[in-house]
């Protein structure tokens, strides 16, 4: 399995969801696989899921709210997306609605996860693959990692990319949010 998934990062990136469970105090083993078999770290990304309550860009640690596992010994290649209060379809009978993510209704939205953070990030891969055809999957993994909002939380170490680019990370967040816009430039 491992050698598997070490040959697809020659042509791909893998994505992984971390848990959501957030009585976690690490990542659980299959998202942070990189730290066991380093042959993975190459094109590995781990996604939690952070509710970005005061929008993107904020730098008050109050308005964001880790809602899975945090990324823990993955932090140096984990990323966050904010996978809460996203509807999907539903099948309405007789008044009652059933959603396609089981238990996902919460109030007037939806909270769901990881589940749907990680695909934000896998469609971000795929632009910037398209915007970026001679990159490799590690360096875009490195774009997505290096361009990463993390001005809202205490940096507890850095990585230096190829390119010279320190960017800081944390236990609990990682890289930070997700940043499609600063990854594209």
Known sequence: YVSALNDFQTHGVIVYANSNNQSLSNAMIQAGFPTIFPELAEA???????DTRGGLQSTSSSDYALLSAPC???KEFCI???GTE???AALMDSGTAFYYYA????GAGFRVGTSFAAPQVSGAIALLAEAF????PEQLVDRILASGYNGFYTHEGATTFVNGVEHGYSYDF???MLDLGAALS
């Open 133 to 136: 055809p001679n990159h490799t």
């Open 72 to 74: 823990g010994d993955a």
């Open 174 to 176: 990682g890289h930070g």
């Open 44 to 50: 590995w990304i781990t996604v939690g899921n952070t």
């Open 80 to 82: 966050q997306a904010d």
């Open 86 to 88: 996203i509807g999907g």
């Open 103 to 106: 238990n996902a209704q919460s």
